[in-house]
C-alpha cells in the first residue's frame, strides 16, 4: 500500500512539472513607444549625414525644412541679435528610449543664419545676464 501512495506521488509530481509554464523575456530592442533602437540608429546617422552636408551660412527655414522638427529648440536674443539653436539626435548615450540633449548635435543660427554647428559653436554664444 505505501509502495502505491509513493507512486501515486511521484505520478503527480511529474505530471505538475509537466505542464509547468515559464516565463520568457524576449529583448528585440523595441521601445514603449514603438521605436526600435535601429530606428535610432538609422535616424541618428541620417541627422549626421545631413548636418555634415550643410553648408556656411545655410537659412534657419531651409534647414528645418530640410531635417524635420528638432528634438529640442532654444532662442535668446543677446544684444540685438537673435541666436536660434536646433538639437538633432546624433548618437545614442544611454540606451532608455529616450533622447536627451547630449544625445543631440546642436545647430546654432544668428539671426536665421548657421554660425556654426556642436558644441564649440554653443559656447560662442554671447552670455548675458
Do not use: W
Not at 32 to 54: C, H, P, T, V
Not at 94 to 121: H, M, Q, R, W, Y
Amino acid at each position: 500500500m505505501k509502495a502505491i501512495k509513493g507512486l501515486a506521488a511521484a505520478v503527480a509530481i511529474l505530471a505538475a512539472s509537466a505542464t509547468l509554464q515559464g516565463c520568457i523575456i524576449v529583448a528585440d530592442g523595441e521601445h514603449g513607444d514603438g521605436y526600435s533602437s535601429s530606428d535610432f540608429r538609422k535616424q541618428e546617422e541620417q541627422n549626421r549625414q545631413m548636418i555634415s552636408a550643410l553648408s556656411d551660412s545655410a537659412a534657419l527655414t531651409d534647414v528645418r525644412s530640410r531635417m524635420g522638427t528638432p528634438d529640442f529648440a532654444n532662442r535668446t536674443t543677446v544684444d540685438g541679435a537673435r541666436y536660434d539653436v536646433l538639437y538633432y539626435r546624433t548618437h545614442r548615450v544611454e540606451a532608455d528610449g529616450n533622447t536627451s540633449k547630449d544625445e543631440c548635435t546642436p545647430l546654432v543660427f544668428k539671426d536665421s543664419i548657421l554660425v556654426g554647428t556642436g558644441e564649440l559653436a554653443l559656447s560662442r554664444i554671447p552670455q548675458s545676464y
